[in-house]
């Protein structure tokens, strides 16, 4: 099953824009997932089963490295990326 989702990172302190980036280069990381970023989100599309296990894993790492931060995501069944019918 395809997943795509849709990420906004709001960390909780006055240098957000180096935990913001490190999140998505991370996300980038993984070559089975297609990541799109623009100025207001994070789309990630892939396999249900790796999405879910990135997000879990990346989340966490963030907040072990850069402390507090708002998450907000958005599930949708199917791979909706730009460009699929």
């Not at 070559?31 to 894993?57: A, P, R």
């Amino acid at each position: 099953m395809k997943l795509s989702v849709e990420i906004s990172k709001y960390p909780l302190k006055d240098e957000y824009i180096p935990a913001i980036k490190d999140f998505i280069d991370r996300l980038n990381t993984y070559l089975d997932l297609k990541v799109i970023t623009n100025t207001m989100s994070t789309q990630v599309f892939g396999e249900y089963d790796l999405v879910m296990d990135v997000m879990k894993k990346e989340i966490r790492h963030s907040y072990e490295k850069y402390g507090r931060a708002i998450f907000v995501c958005k599930f949708i069944e199917g791979d909706l990326s730009p460009g699929k019918d």
